[in-house]
């Protein structure tokens, strides 16, 4: 079972548009909920991350935004550039913090 | 750069081989988890390490195996490989204090089972 559901599987946006990327969870025990961006060929690299204390957290062109009643958390590219084509996965984790459930990813392409 | 280090980078095997991955944490990190990701997916928890001792373990046989080692390096062992053990595994280091904090990933191990 899914822990953690990532929508959409992928996403194309112009160049200086606004990427969204949305995830849901069901288990009221996280308490960390990171994103991390992944180039092919290499390891997932931590982009932002939030805990459930605020409803939005907001770094350079990269805003998490975090709905605690529904269960719900997005990631918010502004002014989105060609560098920023990746796959993108949010992830959640209990503050026992040995394991993190990640979504299935989603593949963004900025088009020029 | 994270400073998460994985050797080797590529890695062909054959069905019921055994395999050892490795893994040099971040700097000041005492904390390895693993994780397994196929091709398209997110990654999937294996097993987390914390002072040379497991803590914790994701939906992964027994033939799935680790250590972790004084330095805080790690490795990560499989045996009886199968055709659907092909993928790209990470590990990732963290320093475990009060609450949860941030993984930070490596390159990652390319396997491929033939």
């Known amino acids: 079972q899914q822990q953690v559901k990532q929508s959409p599987q992928s996403l194309i946006v112009q160049k200086g548009g606004i990427s969204i990327i949305n995830c849901a969870y069901e288990?009221?025990?996280?308490?960390?909920f990171p994103w991390y961006q992944q180039f092919p060929g290499k390891g997932p690299a931590l982009l932002i991350a939030?805990?459930?204390?605020?409803s939005e957290k907001k770094e350079g062109r990269f805003t998490i935004s975090f709905n605690k009643s529904a269960k719900q958390f997005s990631l918010h590219i502004m002014d989105s550039q060609p560098g920023d084509s990746a796959t993108y996965f949010c992830?959640?984790?209990?503050?026992?913090?040995?394991?993190?459930?990640f979504g299935t990813g989603t593949s963004l392409t900025v088009i020029p | 750069e994270t400073g998460v280090t994985q050797s080797p980078t590529h890695l062909i095997k054959t069905r019921g081989q055994q395999v050892t991955l490795r893994c040099s944490s971040q700097?000041?990190?005492?904390?390895v988890s693993w994780y397994q990701q196929a091709l398209g997916q997110g990654p999937q928890f294996i097993f987390q390490?914390?002072?040379?001792?497991?803590?914790g373990r994701g939906n992964f046989p027994p033939r799935f195996s680790g250590l972790q080692f004084p330095n805080y390096s790690s490795e990560l062992n499989v045996n009886a490989l199968e055709l659907d053990d092909s993928a790209l595994y990470l590990c990732?280091?963290?320093?475990?204090?009060?609450?949860?904090?941030?993984?930070?990933f490596g390159p990652g191990t390319r396997l491929t089972v033939l």
């Open positions: 992830a959640a984790s209990t503050n026992t913090g040995n394991q993190f459930y």
């Open positions: 700097s000041g990190h005492n904390t």
């Open positions: 939030i805990r459930p204390d605020v």
């Open positions: 990732a280091s963290s320093l475990v204090q009060v609450e949860t904090d941030t993984q930070y």
């Open positions: 288990n009221t025990a996280f308490d960390y």
């Open positions: 390490y914390y002072r040379e001792e497991e803590n």
